[in-house]
Each structure stands twice: as structure tokens, then as C-alpha cells.
């Protein structure tokens, strides 16, 4: 039984170009959450999806951020422009779809980071 | 809003005991969780309390009070692998976790 992957681990790209970071969640679990990670900080909530959903997006840039999770395939977190401040460990996380969100208990991806040149 | 304080760096020596506290301030509450993160690697549970007390399991225990928005996470006999970055994260119900800023565990010989 696979756990969460994510793809790419690392990814390097230059000032304006696009990025996009893929999760696959564990089987049989339809909720993502995308968080992000700074150096030397903690993780900050970005985007919550179900299946071809967004949940709730407060926690993503009102530009240039744009996510999804389509019936078929992995969940997709995509930055457009990238800019040197979007440098970070991007991490995904999913959920059980019978399972409520009272456990506490969040399944994470290795993470994807991305150095913006 | 939610806000979570921890210490942003412990030391402690092998074999030792280190306990590692967090105080939160949330609308709505339904548990604390705990994290471990090694260097570039993915935060990983450890444990969750919903209610008063202790949870144990192995080496490792857990502690919240509600009424005082106060919990503690407590590594007994250290070894040099605990070294790490500890999370401790609010659930709220069906909002996301929301996480400290993470305290950096440094395990000595």
C-alpha cells in the first residue's frame, strides 16, 4: 500500500516560469491539503480539495496559484510567473474519504521543493 | 484565528528526558496533534489528544489541557535519531490543521 507520492522532489525553475507539483494520495483517500513550508518554518495551509472540489482555498495567493484534483489522476498545485519568494517545500497531505477530521491525523508526502532561480 | 506557540529550539542529551510545550489560541477546538520532521523528509504523526491528560505510546507522551490551551510533548529516553523539528497543530473539525512554527530538537552525546 503506497503512501502519499509526490512528484517532482525537487524542481528548479527561473523567474516567469510555470510550476506544476503532483500528488497521488494513499488509496481510498479523496481529501488533499496543500501546505507549504518556508525555511526554518512551520507549514502553512494552502488549499483543502475533494475530488473535483475545492473545499477551501483560503490559505492560496488570490494570483498565480491555482489547484485541482480531477476524478482521474493526481491532484495538481500549479504557480504560474514564478517569483524567487515562492522558493519552499510544498507538501501535500491527504485523507481518508470515510474519515472524519476530528483525528488530528494528516498522511504527508515527501513534498515537492522548488528552488526559483 | 489560530495561533500556536512552542520554543523554536531544544537541546537535550542522549538518555535524557525533554519535554516540549505548546500554548494555543483558537476559535473552536477539537484536539492537538503532535509532528516529527527530519531534515527534508515528510512531518510524520505522532499523536493526537482530544481530551485532558497523558497519552503514552513507547517512548514518547503526549499531554493537553484544555482549560488552560496548554499541551506538552515528552521524549523519554533521547536517542540521537529524535533529533528533529516537532510540530504541534490545532484541529478545529472540519478545518485544516493549522501548525506551530516548529521546535528544533537537538539530541548531544
Known amino acids: 500500500n503506497a503512501g502519499v507520492m509526490q512528484n517532482p522532489r525537487h524542481l528548479v525553475r527561473r523567474r516567469g516560469q510555470e510550476a506544476r507539483l503532483r500528488c497521488s494520495p494513499m488509496k481510498g483517500h479523496s481529501h488533499v491539503y496543500w501546505y507549504r513550508q518556508l525555511p526554518e518554518e512551520g507549514l502553512k495551509f494552502m488549499v483543502y480539495?475533494?475530488?473535483?472540489?475545492?473545499?477551501?482555498e483560503s490559505g492560496m495567493p488570490k494570483e498565480r496559484f491555482s489547484a485541482e484534483f480531477p476524478k482521474e489522476g493526481p491532484s495538481i498545485l500549479r504557480i504560474q510567473q514564478v517569483v524567487r519568494g515562492d522558493s519552499a517545500a510544498y507538501f501535500c497531505?491527504?485523507?481518508?474519504?470515510?474519515?472524519?477530521?476530528?483525528?488530528?491525523?494528516?498522511?504527508f508526502g515527501e513534498g515537492s521543493r522548488l528552488t526559483v532561480l | 484565528g489560530q495561533s500556536l506557540e512552542q520554543p523554536s529550539e531544544v537541546t537535550a542529551v542522549e538518555g535524557a528526558i525533554v519535554q516540549i510545550n505548546c500554548t494555543y489560541q483558537t476559535s473552536g477546538f477539537y484536539g492537538l496533534s503532535w509532528y516529527q520532521q527530519h531534515d527534508g523528509g515528510a512531518p510524520t504523526f505522532l499523536s493526537y489528544n482530544a481530551l485532558d491528560g497523558l497519552e503514552e505510546t513507547g517512548r514518547f507522551s503526549s499531554f493537553l489541557s484544555r482549560s488552560d490551551s496548554y499541551g506538552y510533548l515528552l521524549l523519554q529516553e533521547l536517542q540521537m535519531k529524535d533529533s528533529a523539528s516537532y510540530f504541534c497543530?490545532?484541529?478545529?473539525?472540519?478545518?485544516?490543521?493549522?501548525f506551530g512554527k516548529g521546535t528544533r530538537l537537538s539530541v548531544i552525546a
Open positions: 497531505a491527504t485523507l481518508p474519504g470515510t474519515s472524519g477530521h476530528n483525528t488530528g491525523e494528516l498522511f
Open positions: 480539495l475533494q475530488k473535483e472540489n475545492i473545499i477551501d
Open positions: 497543530a490545532v484541529s478545529s473539525g472540519n478545518t485544516p490543521l493549522v
